[in-house]
């Protein structure tokens, strides 16, 4: 799922997925902080699309058994991800009483009654090498086994690696980096369709702002809570902005002046 070339009613412009929802909301982990859901469950990502956010974004780790599964920490419940298999993980529920999910049935869910929110798809890094190139290769044949291209709107990580791999994987994969290291113009040569990096990257270096929309990259900012914060984003006409509190966005745009219009 990607953006629709504004300035065009043609059909045939929108990129190689669906339609992506026109505002710059990305639920962090899914919507989970107001409806007080466990983050990277189903259920945030069900209420995120419900929500109508542009994006939610999760987060994917692999086990020991190379199940790869939904969740932000290098460990589960005590149980470090790599070092164990799914079904010593899969012993505990999250607190919602859903069982740790599986990329698979995390995308699954994602490819249902899901009108227009993208899947940002984070792949953690790990330091066992060989092991980011696997992700990587596993992350992109489930999505291709699974046909959910179209609902993958971003592949984020903070491994260079593992970006330039899906690329090479798919040259048409949408993909933004999280590392604040690199400039504009490096991502670019690169072939990375976007920044996501941390807010406090962006303030020390707002000409970035402005040299990545020259390159036509895409702008996306962590983790973005606070309304002033968000405000400051929003102005400088961000893409995305990231955050934990989607409803509060939602409001802040609905309020202010910031309405997103289409100009490019
Ligand atoms: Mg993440």
Redesign the pocket.
């Known amino acids: 799922m990607s953006v629709i070339i504004f300035n065009s009613c043609k059909s045939t412009q929108v990129e190689s997925s669906g339609v992506i929802a026109k505002n710059p909301v990305i639920a962090h982990?899914g919507a989970w902080k107001a409806e007080n859901l466990p983050q990277n469950s189903i259920a945030s990502l069900k209420h995120a699309i419900a929500l109508g956010c542009a994006g939610s974004?999760f987060?994917v780790r692999m086990t020991a058994d190379h199940v790869l599964v939904v969740n932000?920490d290098p460990d589960y419940k005590g149980l470090v991800i790599e070092d164990h298999t799914f079904s010593e993980l899969a012993k505990h529920n999250l607190s919602n009483g859903e069982s740790v999910p599986t990329l698979k049935e995390y995308l699954l869910a994602g490819m249902e009654n899901n009108p227009n929110t993208g899947l940002v798809c984070?792949i953690k890094p790990s330091k066992t090498k060989g092991r980011n190139v696997l992700m990587a290769e596993n992350v992109m044949a489930l999505v291709g086994e699974l046909k959910a291209e179209r609902y993958m709107s971003y592949y984020i990580s903070f491994s260079y690696e593992i970006l330039e791999k899906i690329i090479e994987i798919n040259p048409y994969a949408k993909t933004q980096f999280l590392d604040g290291s690199m400039s504009p113009e490096a991502l670019k040569k690169s072939g990375i369709s976007g920044l996501d990096y941390a807010a406090n990257v962006f303030r020390k270096n707002p000409e970035w702002i402005k040299r990545a929309k020259e390159h036509h990259l895409k702008l996306n900012v962590w983790t973005v809570n606070k309304e002033k914060d968000m405000d400051w984003f929003l102005n400088y006409g961000f893409d995305y902005i990231t955050t934990d509190e989607p409803e509060l966005l939602f409001e802040r745009i609905k309020n202010s002046k910031f309405e997103k219009t289409d100009k490019k």
Request: net charge negative; glycine share 0%; charged share 80%.
């Open positions: 982990r974004e987060d932000h984070e």
